[in-house]
T-cell receptor, first 114, second 112 residues
């Protein structure tokens, strides 16, 4: 089945130690998104790629970076995680700008910062 | 500034009855609205959507109603089933943008 895969499902990192979360998709979608979701809050868009075109949200901290080496893969790099970065990180895809409404989500990676 | 609001964090409904989940928005540029359903340990999955040119969209047991003048939409599930127990997110998008703005979610519990 076509899907959005996130690895790992659970990630523990130390304060200040760089961490990378990965997302892959078999849907061949043009757009890939990264969201941060904290407990009882709405998923918050960090950035997204339309093909190779990177779009950063204005309030996304510089500590968060992303890479999309090809259509299938997208990475979220947190350069120096703080305790406040502990959250669920969701990857999503959509076919294109005219169909961006219907996004397909992965299961998420829960990040713990110790 | 929360542009999409789900003011009820939880809702409990008996099996077979109607579940009504509400969502309010503030941005008049939103023209497409979606509901997502999320089970524990899974990502949100798309459930149903509605364009601003409509006021109702129905898909089986699920119906979404849109009241543009009130900037309000609701999701009706009838009859409710125990498998409907999940967190439901309302989301909105403005024309020609790549982005969805999500509400904080409502946890629905359907009990026998």
């Amino acid at each position: 089945d076509a899907m959005v895969i996130q690895n790992p499902r659970y990630q523990v990192t130390q304060f200040g130690k760089p961490v990378t979360l990965s997302c892959s998709q078999t849907l061949n979608h043009n757009v890939m998104y990264w969201y941060q979701q904290k407990s009882s809050q709405a998923p918050k868009l960090l950035f997204h790629y339309y093909d190779k075109d990177f779009n950063n949200e204005a309030d996304t901290p510089d500590n968060f970076q992303s890479r999309r080496p090809n259509t299938s893969f997208c990475f979220l790099d947190i350069r120096s995680p703080g305790l406040g970065d502990a959250a669920m990180y969701l990857c999503a895809t959509s076919r294109g700008r005219d169909t961006a409404y219907e996004q397909y989500f992965g299961p998420g990676t829960r990040l713990t910062v110790t | 500034d929360q542009q999409v609001k789900q003011n009820s964090p939880s809702l409990s409904v008996q099996e077979g009855r109607i579940s009504i989940l509400n969502c309010d928005y503030t941005n008049s540029m939103f023209d497409y609205f979606l509901w997502y359903k999320k089970y524990p340990a899974e990502g949100p999955t798309f459930l149903i959507s509605i364009s601003s040119i409509k006021d109702k969209n129905e898909d089986g047991r699920f119906t979404v109603f849109l009241n543009k003048s009130a900037k309000h939409l609701s999701l009706h599930i009838v009859p409710s089933q125990p498998g409907d127990s999940a967190v439901y997110f309302c989301a909105a998008s403005a024309y020609n943008t790549d982005k969805l703005i999500f509400g904080t979610g409502t946890r629905l519990q359907v009990f026998p």
